[in-house]
């Protein structure tokens, strides 16, 4: 780690990986594969798959924040393994990558979603309420629109449709409202603190369900989800794992919120039980789908890591490995 810039060296000592020792157990399982680590971040869990893997075994890792190629850059210098390669990328272009190096099948593959701790706690990003900087809040700044760019377009009711199904918020509409109206008076939000301190005044404070959290909290969920396309991006990475991922190769998912976890749930339940969706149907047995998932795990972490990783509190785990059954997906 010696070789690492002074920043690259802070980030990697800050950012604690979630299930980092659960979700490593769970998706190596022949030390001789090819792996991929679909959310880089600062190298936690790409480290420890690393440490599992023989000599033979190789791990690519995909991340599009240029901060978490960077870090990736210094890394890869300073653990000089041959084994490991970065590419920046969107991990729905999984299949794509792959391609592009020749890969066919891969032996597992892990997707931590959500926001790392360094992009959280770095101001520039804008994705924290607790330090007040520009209102951009993309995983990479280099392309498309920062939150505060669609917040000068965006119309009440497509404000307010994010925030409510991206967010849960129960005044969607009167935060929508009071930005639309800020915008109109020649005042667009700039910054975090800015859009805090308007959610907040159009938010009624007795009604909060937990008054701890912030009044804008799910709202700067929703619009980060929402620029990112994160519920987007993760569809299709699932999707793709049934066409790269080998007989017996691992999908883990560690996800952060109920909105990514109930995506990742229907997609493992829909594929170990197809038969669930021909349940009223008159097939035999012999003509009913096969599953093309088995359903491994599902965990949460203990009280220890949460107790030093308050971050962890809501992250969920969930495993499946892949079947034998060909996928005829596009």
């Known amino acids: 780690m010696n070789n690492l810039p002074s920043s690259s060296r802070s980030e990697a000592r800050e950012h604690i990986p979630v299930l980092a020792a659960e979700a490593v157990a769970q998706l190596v399982s ?29 791990l690519l890792a995909l991340d599009r924040d240029p901060e978490a190629a960077a870090c990736a850059a210094a890394l890869a210098t300073a653990w000089n393994d041959s084994r490991f390669a970065f590419i920046p990328s969107e991990f729905s272009r999984l299949r794509a990558v792959l391609a592009e190096r020749g890969i066919a099948r891969i032996q597992g593959l892990l997707i931590d979603l959500g926001v790392s701790s360094p992009q ?47 967010g849960d918020e129960r005044f969607a509409a009167a935060i929508a409202k009071a930005v639309v109206a800020r915008r109109e008076q020649g ?74 976890d109930r995506i990742v749930k229907r997609f493992f339940a829909e594929h170990a039980h197809p038969e669930r969706a021909f349940a009223r149907m008159p097939l035999r047995e012999a003509q009913m789908p096969q599953p093309r998932l088995r359903i491994l795990a599902r965990i949460a972490p203990g009280a220890e890591e949460v107790a030093e990783n308050p971050r962890a509190r809501s992250a969920l785990l969930r495993v499946a490995e892949r079947t034998e059954v060909s996928w005829g997906g596009p």
Do not use: C
């Open 30 to 58: 022949d030390p001789d594969g090819v792996y991929v680590d679909a959310t880089f971040g600062r190298g936690g869990h790409a480290r420890r798959i690393l440490d599992r893997l023989s000599p033979r075994g190789r």
């Open 120 to 166: 959280i706690d770095d101001p520039r990003r804008g994705f924290s309420l607790r330090a007040d900087g520009p209102l951009d809040m993309r995983m990479n700044p280099a392309h498309g629109r920062s939150a505060a760019q669609w917040l000068e377009q965006v119309s009440v009711g497509d404000l307010a449709r994010v925030l409510r199904d991206y």
């Open 187 to 260: 005042r667009p939000l700039r910054t975090t603190a800015e859009l805090a301190a308007l959610v907040a005044g159009a938010v009624p404070g007795k009604s909060r369900k937990d008054p701890l959290q912030h009044p804008a909290t799910r709202t700067f969920q929703a619009i980060r989800i929402f620029v990112n396309q994160e519920l987007e991006e993760l569809t299709l990475v699932l999707a793709d794992s049934l066409t790269v991922l080998a007989p017996s190769g691992r999908l883990a998912v560690i996800s952060f919120h109920s909105l990514e």
